[in-house]
């Protein structure tokens, strides 16, 4: 589980998490994305902006519209 308190501490100092744009965070602003309509991210606003940072790069939207064109598929076929 992640240490809410934590965990945010390391994208005050950096974008992302490894430094550079990597699929680690493809996949974290993927999993954090899912708590937008919580609110549960507007306690964390480095968390926040972290995700839309992600969502804005275009290797995300790339990977989000491939994830989803295979859902589509799997469900359609």
Known sequence: MIDWVTFPVGLVIA????????????MM?????RLKRSGMLDEYP?????????EARPA???AFDAQLAVFTAA???
Request: cysteine-free; proline content about 0%.
């Open 46 to 54: 480095n968390l926040f902006a972290y995700v839309a940072r992600g």
């Open 15 to 26: 974008d992302w998490l490894d430094g550079a744009f990597t699929a680690g965070d493809l």
């Open 60 to 62: 995300f939207e790339r």
């Open 75 to 77: 469900s359609t076929g």
């Open 29 to 33: 602003v993927s999993v954090l994305r």
